[in-house]
């Protein structure tokens, strides 16, 4: 592969081009410093081989972290549970759990959507142009990857604007986390960010814990019976359990599209060559794709605890810490990626960590990827050229932890 300094302006300047968050740091150029480093209280791991290991090793990387939260970052616990939070839970139990919705994942399950995720896409499209507009995450990437979840869970697709409401109220926050004790009169500030996040969470269950009743009454077709009717070593689950789960699937369910279909686009504007060849070649879709989640990782970091004392790379992190993965700057680690500034479809192979690996990888990447695949191929069909609106600036989600669009105008 040759990058031949092929779009040279879009490679040293998308951070600036974009107005993209200093927080996003793996955004503004190759990063320096340790690969392991304690700050604000935690152990952030930023390579490559590091978090490759990391998620290979579920027993001393535990992801049950609100053990190691300290208590005065954690909320009431009426207030807030993660029981059967699988993103939360560790073997075996972990594992019991995964395989209760998996069978709603299956490759054939996933591709009999296509038809669905095609006529969605063209029918939020027609909408779209019919008010002579096109807004892309309200227009579509948020819109479609909401009403296939939901009519796979089973709770009415019309109610995404309450989903929205919840999803903006607990991955919108721009403050960094950090486990060390808040400077004096902070507390109120603190306080108020948690009840900010508290809010959306109870309305979220309370929500999704009604339809839960509904189905143990009036059993259906869907993803929540099978949820409230499944057992894991005999025992049906709590309400608790099944409500998370639920939680789980409809906010990562949708979520991880949005961001992937929003920040594809992004790059195909930022790298019109990119765009050009993918035109010429819609067999390279998906590589636009995965190379989209590697350039622009939508989770951008998560976190596991240590169960032991444990090296990693050439650092010894001792027991029951708090360990930040940043997935987004392990994906542009120079020992794993050569130009890793350089959005590169041609990479090959491309083993990227933008659905994690390991145990937890993540549940719905097929379906993400089917519905990033269909909608692209599609604006690439309905679109002359995927041109960001000079006029109404491109808006990133200022979470930290994420990188996605929240407002993306195309001409």
């Not at 951070?15 to 200093?22: D, F, I, N, P």
């Not at 740091?25 to 490559?48: C, D, I, K, S």
């Not at 992801?63 to 939360?88: A, N």
Request: contains cysteine; aromatic residues 8%; hydrophobic residues 40%.
């Amino acid at each position: 592969m040759s990058t031949d300094r092929r779009d040279e302006s879009a490679r040293t300047g998308i951070a600036e081009r974009y107005h993209l968050s200093k927080q996003h740091f793996w955004l503004h150029g190759p990063r320096t410093g340790p690969q392991v480093e304690f700050e604000a209280g935690m152990w952030n791991v930023y390579g490559y081989p590091e978090v490759h290991e990391i998620f290979g090793d579920p027993a001393t990387f535990s992801s049950d972290t609100m053990r190691v939260i300290p208590e005065h970052l954690l909320p009431d616990g009426e207030d807030f549970s993660l029981k059967g939070f699988i993103t939360q839970i560790d073997p075996p139990e972990h594992g019991k759990l995964r395989k209760l919705v998996s069978s709603a994942f299956t490759r054939k399950i996933v591709a009999d959507l296509e038809p669905r995720i095609a006529s969605l896409t063209h029918q939020l499209l027609d909408a779209a142009r019919e008010r002579g507009r096109f807004e892309l995450v309200t227009d579509l990437a948020y819109p479609l990857p909401v009403i296939v979840i939901a009519e796979l869970l089973g709770v009415p697709s019309s109610d995404r604007a309450l989903f929205k409401k919840w999803a903006d109220g607990l991955f919108e926050r721009d403050s960094k986390v950090s486990l060390a004790e808040p400077a004096e009169g902070l507390d109120a500030e603190r306080d108020a960010a948690m009840e900010a996040t508290l809010k959306p969470w109870r309305e979220m269950t309370s929500y999704l814990a009604a339809h839960a009743a509904e189905r143990r009454r009036q059993p259906r077709a869907d993803l929540l019976t099978r949820l409230v009717e499944a057992e894991v070593d005999g025992e049906k689950l709590p309400d608790d359990q099944v409500v998370n789960f639920a939680i789980v699937l409809l906010l990562a369910g949708h979520i991880t599209t949005t961001m992937l279909l929003g920040n594809t686009v992004l790059c195909l504007d930022a790298f019109p060559e990119e765009q050009a060849r993918v035109r010429a070649d819609r067999s390279t879709v998906p590589a636009v794709i995965e190379e989209s989640l590697r350039f622009l990782t939508p989770f951008a970091a998560l976190g596991r605890a240590t169960t032991r004392e444990v090296e990693l790379g050439g650092v010894t992190i001792p027991a029951d810490q708090l360990l930040m993965i940043w997935l987004g700057a392990a994906n542009r680690d120079p020992r794993q990626f050569r130009d890793p500034e350089v959005f590169d479809p041609r990479r090959d192979p491309n083993p990227h960590l933008g659905f994690g690996r390991g145990i937890h990888f993540c549940l719905g990447a097929p379906l993400a990827r089917l519905e990033g695949r269909v909608a692209l191929d599609i604006l690439l069909d309905r679109f002359d050229t995927l041109r960001t609106d000079p006029d109404d600036p491109v808006v990133l989600m200022p979470a930290p932890t994420m990188t996605g669009v929240r407002r993306l105008a195309l001409l």
